[in-house]
C-alpha cells in the first residue's frame, strides 16, 4: 500500500478538523499518518508516495504561524517523484489574500519538484457539515 502523510497546521482548530477528514478518505486507500507541523521534520517527507498540507491563512495572506520553520526547511529536501495537495479553511473578507496560505504551500511543493494532483481545496468561513462534505470529495479524488 502507498503511503501518504497529512501536515497541518491550526491555530482555533478548523485545519485540524479539515485534516482529520482528509485522513478518514485517504485511509481507505493510503496507509495514513497525520501529524501537526510542530511536531514534525520535513525529512520524514522522503518516507511518503503522497503529500498533503493543511494551513490556514492568518496576519494579511501569511502561513499559519507554526507552519514558518517547516516552510523554510522545505528548501533542504527534494521532493521529486513525490505527489503533492494542498488545503486549507480562509474567510473571502481578505480578499486577494484569501486561502493565500494554500498558494504558497503549493508554490512551495512545486519548486521543490513534487507533482500537485489537484487544485488547492479552499473553505471560505465555518468548519460546517457541507465543509466536511466538500473536503471528503476532494480527498477521495488524492
Ligand atoms: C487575525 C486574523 C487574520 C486572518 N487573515 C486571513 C487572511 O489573510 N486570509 C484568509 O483567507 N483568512 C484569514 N483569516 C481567517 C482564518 O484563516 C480562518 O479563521 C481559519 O478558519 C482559521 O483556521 P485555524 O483554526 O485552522 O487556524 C484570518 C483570521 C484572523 C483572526
Known amino acids: 500500500m502507498e503511503k ?3 501536515v497541518y497546521g491550526s491555530t482555533m482548530g478548523n485545519t485540524e478538523q479539515l485534516a482529520t477528514k482528509v485522513e478518514e ?4 486507500n493510503y496507509e495514513t499518518t497525520i501529524e501537526n507541523v510542530n511536531d514534525v521534520n ?5 518516507c511518503f508516495d503522497l503529500i498533503v498540507f493543511g494551513s490556514s491563512t492568518w496576519g494579511a495572506g ?3 504561524d507554526d507552519f514558518y520553520d517547516f516552510y523554510d526547511n522545505l528548501d533542504q529536501v527534494d521532493l521529486s517523484a513525490k505527489r503533492a495537495a494542498v488545503f486549507g479553511p480562509g474567510d473571502t473578507a481578505y480578499g486577494d489574500m484569501f486561502c493565500q496560505a494554500v498558494d504558497m504551500l503549493e508554490e512551495k511543493l ?4 513534487a507533482e500537485l494532483i489537484q487544485a488547492g481545496f479552499k473553505w471560505d468561513g465555518e468548519i ?6 466538500s473536503i471528503k470529495e476532494w ?3 488524492l
Open 139 to 141: 480527498a477521495m479524488a
Open 42 to 46: 520535513v525529512e520524514v517527507l522522503k
Open 62 to 64: 501569511e502561513l499559519q
Open 4 to 6: 501518504a502523510i497529512i
Open 110 to 113: 512545486e519548486q521543490r519538484g
Open 25 to 28: 478518505i485517504l485511509s481507505d
Open 128 to 133: 460546517t457539515a457541507e465543509a466536511e462534505t
